[in-house]
C-alpha cells in the first residue's frame, strides 16, 4: 500500500492531481449548485426569522471552512517543520487565500443576518470577535509569505505565525461555549441537547457544507499545483543565469 508520504514529492502530487482536480471542481460545483438551489428555493421560511435564515446556507459553510481552512494550515505547518516536505508548506500557503474569503464571507453574511435579529450590523460578540482577528491573522499569514524571498525561511516564519492564529481559530469555534455572554447564538447544528434544526433545512445545509469542502479542496489543489511551477520557473531560471 502506498505512502501518504508519497504525494510530498512534487512529481507525485501533479501527477495525481491531474485527473483528481478536475472531478473535484466538477463536484464541487455541482454539490454546492444543488444545495443553494435546494436551501433558498425549495425551503419553507422559519416562523421567527422568516426567509432572513437561508442565509445560513452561505454563512454556516463559509465560516465552517474558514475556520477548518486555518486548522488544515496548521496540520501541513506541522509536516513542514518536522518533516520539511515543500508541498506541505505550499499548500498551507495556498490555503491562506481561501481561507480569508471564506472569512469574509463569513463576516458579510453574519451581518446581514444578524442586523435584522440583533438591530445592528456588528457587535463585539466574542465570537465575532474572534472571528475578525483570525481575518486579521489570514492577511498578515500572506503578508509574510510574500514579503519574504527566501522560501523556506518564509516557511519557517508563516508555520510559526499559523501556530499562533490556531488559538483564534478555537475561539471562533468554540467562544460561544466558553463565553455564555454575547449575541451570537450556539451551533447551528449540535449533538448538544436543545432546540434542533429542523431536516428541512439540515439535509441542504450538509449538501452546502460539503460543497463548500469540494470547493476549498479543489482551490487548494489548483494553488498547490500554481506554487510548484512557480518554484520550478524560479529554479530553471537561476539555472540559466549560472549557466
Keep these: 500500500m502506498s505512502s501518504l508520504w508519497e504525494y510530498a514529492n512534487p512529481l507525485k502530487f501533479m501527477r495525481t492531481t491531474d485527473w483528481l482536480l478536475p472531478i473535484v471542481a466538477v463536484a464541487a460545483v455541482v454539490v454546492t449548485t444543488t444545495g ?3 436551501g433558498f428555493f425549495f425551503t419553507p421560511d422559519d416562523f421567527r426569522q422568516g426567509s432572513t435564515v437561508k442565509i445560513v446556507f452561505l454563512h454556516v459553510p463559509a465560516a465552517l471552512m474558514a475556520i ?3 486548522l488544515m494550515m496548521l ?3 506541522l509536516v ?3 518533516r520539511r516536505h515543500h508541498v506541505s508548506a505550499l499548500a498551507a500557503r495556498a490555503a491562506a487565500p481561501v481561507g480569508a474569503v471564506m472569512t469574509v464571507i ?3 453574511t453574519g451581518a446581514v443576518w444578524g442586523q435584522p435579529m440583533w438591530g445592528t450590523w ?8 474572534s472571528f475578525l482577528i483570525l481575518f486579521l491573522f489570514y492577511l498578515g499569514y500572506i503578508a509574510m509569505w510574500s514579503a519574504i524571498d527566501d522560501p523556506d525561511t518564509g516557511a519557517d516564519l508563516t508555520a510559526v505565525l499559523c501556530l499562533v492564529g490556531s488559538v483564534f481559530a478555537v475561539l471562533s469555534r468554540y467562544a460561544a461555549n466558553f463565553w455564555n455572554q454575547g449575541l451570537h447564538q450556539g451551533a447551528s447544528l449540535s449533538v448538544a441537547p436543545g ?3 429542523d431536516w428541512a433545512y439540515k439535509a441542504p445545509l450538509y449538501t452546502c457544507m460539503v460543497g463548500f469542502g469540494l470547493i476549498f479542496l479543489a482551490l487548494v489543489l489548483t ?3 500554481t506554487e510548484i511551477r512557480a518554484r520550478r520557473m524560479k529554479a530553471l531560471a537561476a539555472r540559466e543565469r549560472m549557466a
Excluded at 122 to 129: C, E, I, K, V
Design 36 to 38: 443553494l438551489i435546494w
Design 68 to 70: 477548518n481552512a486555518w
Design 75 to 77: 496540520v501541513a505547518s
Design 80 to 82: 513542514w517543520l518536522i
Design 106 to 108: 463569513g463576516l458579510i
Design 122 to 129: 456588528w457587535a463585539w460578540d466574542p465570537r465575532l470577535t
Design 195 to 197: 432546540t434542533r434544526m
Design 223 to 225: 494553488g498547490t499545483r
